[in-house]
């Protein structure tokens, strides 16, 4: 069985803040996904990383997938409270389409 | 902008009664997954089908619970007799299921409450 375990479980932070949420695992995944959910929505697909070591950034957040593909990052830059959220790694494996899910890191961000 | 709907967003109902959830995943996906998202055990998978076909559904207890997938349009859940334990926001996602980069769009979700 393949576990994610995310840290931190909750982070409370002051705007303008930098913060980085990991994502980690025993097991190798073929991909990583990232995942946004905002209370009430169901979560929303933020990044994919494929390659170990790839690193993409999407405005102030940057992921990054490990070389080994075991695990990943995600860092936010200057927090902002519409940064507030769950936050959601998922791994694929090569056996098929189904996602391995973090527990999540519920994040505030207060003005 | 295609999404995946679900019905209903909320639905309140007595132990024992039957419940039925239903999701329209986005046009061309042929993949769609029905996850229950709890406090206190995140987000599970409770049944996954291919092309209308069902390929896993370990993660649902099968006494209770029942996936199915009438047509490419249409994906339900079913609980019956519902106990208060199902209390839970259930999500439909729906995917293209090709690559390793496979990704998953949520719908909604279908906030569940079970007195």
């Known amino acids: 069985t393949q576990l994610l375990e995310q840290s931190p479980q909750f982070l409370s932070i002051q705007e303008g803040e930098n913060l980085t949420v990991y994502c980690n695992s025993s097991?190798?995944?073929?991909?990583l996904q990232w995942y946004r959910q905002e209370p009430g929505e169901g979560p929303v697909l933020l990044v994919t990383?494929?390659?170990?070591?790839e690193v993409k950034k999407l405005k102030r957040l940057t992921f990054q997938f490990g070389d080994a593909r075991k695990d990943s990052s995600l860092h936010i830059t200057a927090a902002q409270p519409g940064d507030t959220g769950l936050y959601l790694c998922?791994?694929?494996?090569?056996?098929?389409?189904?996602?391995?899910f973090g527990g999540g890191t519920r994040l505030m961000v207060k003005p | 902008d295609a999404r995946v709907t679900q019905t209903p967003r909320h639905k309140v109902t007595e132990m024992g009664q039957e419940v039925t959830m239903r999701c329209q995943p986005i046009?061309?996906?042929?993949?769609v997954f029905w996850y229950r998202q709890t406090m206190m055990q995140g987000l599970e998978l409770l049944a996954y089908?291919?092309?209308?076909?069902?390929?896993?559904d370990s993660g649902m207890p099968k006494d209770r619970f029942s996936a199915e997938m009438p047509d490419a349009t249409l994906a339900t859940l079913k609980i019956q007799p519902s106990e208060p334990r199902d209390s839970a926001v259930y999500f439909c996602?729906?995917?293209?299921?090709?690559?390793?980069?496979?990704?998953?769009?949520f719908g909604p979700g279908t906030r569940l409450t079970v007195t």
């Open positions: 046009l061309g996906h042929n993949t």
């Open positions: 998922a791994g694929a494996s090569d056996a098929g389409n189904m996602l391995t």
């Open positions: 089908f291919r092309n209308r076909a069902p390929l896993d």
């Open positions: 990383v494929v390659t170990g070591g």
């Open positions: 097991s190798v995944f073929s991909s």
């Open positions: 996602a729906s995917g293209r299921g090709t690559g390793s980069s496979y990704e998953q769009y």
